[in-house]
């Protein structure tokens, strides 16, 4: 693995999150009631749908909007989303992967295409960037509060079946096997630990520098997305100027 912190960009972008909290709910709603339609309503015979759960409790979503997200996939609603990938590059020629759920392709296909285009990134064809990405699991454990030092933690990670360990003033990140993320993340609250998040993602083999006088464009492309209802996740192969 990279020594590449996604725990840091998730942090460094809180506090413009939070802003969009509301836009942020509406995308998870979606996430519930796909994961909810497609594998049923209960989150413990529903691996997918704990992992949104999950996702929704760290991003402090209130608990009725869950639970409204959910009862809505099993009623009369026959509203259906289509998962999208895109792939492209930002800004200074960085891979980008953006994930959509729509339930109206066209629309998504442009908007996503101005994000992108009209902040000087590129659009891709279908496996242009893919390759530059793994698929993990990623776990995060802050350390505040936590008494318990580095190597511990490693023994527990490898005990719990993760993979990987990376370390930081702020947390513990565990990646694992994207089909046994489910069993870590029990394992390890089992354990007594507290996740702040545990969910799929996209890590990047290697990261490209964003060059300086490219940063605050390639931070608008991102805004931009953000913004975009139908984008549930933004992934890049990039390093800002100011990071670590």
Do not use: C
Not at 8 to 37: C, P, T, V, W
Not at 167 to 178: C, G, K, L, Q, R
């Amino acid at each position: 693995m990279s020594g590449h912190s996604k725990w840091h960009n998730i942090q460094g972008r809180k506090n413009a999150q939070d802003a969009k909290r509301g836009k942020i709910f509406q995308k998870l709603s979606r996430e519930l009631y796909m994961a909810a339609k497609s594998g049923g309503p209960d989150p413990d015979n529903n691996p997918s749908l704990r992992l949104v759960v999950d996702k929704a409790r760290a991003a402090n979503m209130p608990k009725d909007n869950i639970k409204r997200a959910i009862n809505k996939s099993q009623g009369s609603d026959d509203t259906h989303y289509d998962e999208v990938t895109y792939e492209g590059y930002g800004p200074g020629g960085v891979a980008v992967l953006i994930h959509a759920l729509t339930d109206n392709k066209n629309r998504t296909n442009s908007t996503v295409r101005v994000a992108v285009t009209r902040n000087g990134g590129s659009m891709g064809s279908a496996g242009s960037v893919g390759y530059l990405f793994d698929r993990k699991g990623h776990i995060v454990i802050e350390r505040e509060n936590l008494d318990t030092d580095e190597d511990q933690m490693l023994e527990d990670v490898m005990d719990a079946g993760g993979e990987d360990l990376q370390t930081s003033d702020e947390a513990f990140e565990i990646y694992t096997n994207p089909k046994e993320l489910a069993l870590v993340r029990d394992a390890l609250q089992d354990k007594g630990y507290t996740l702040a998040t545990a969910e799929l993602t996209m890590i990047p083999q290697t990261l490209t520098p964003i060059p300086e006088d490219k940063a605050e464009q390639f931070a608008n492309m991102l805004d931009a997305l953000d913004d975009n209802e139908d984008v549930s996740d933004v992934y890049y192969a990039g390093k800002f100027p100011d990071e670590d």
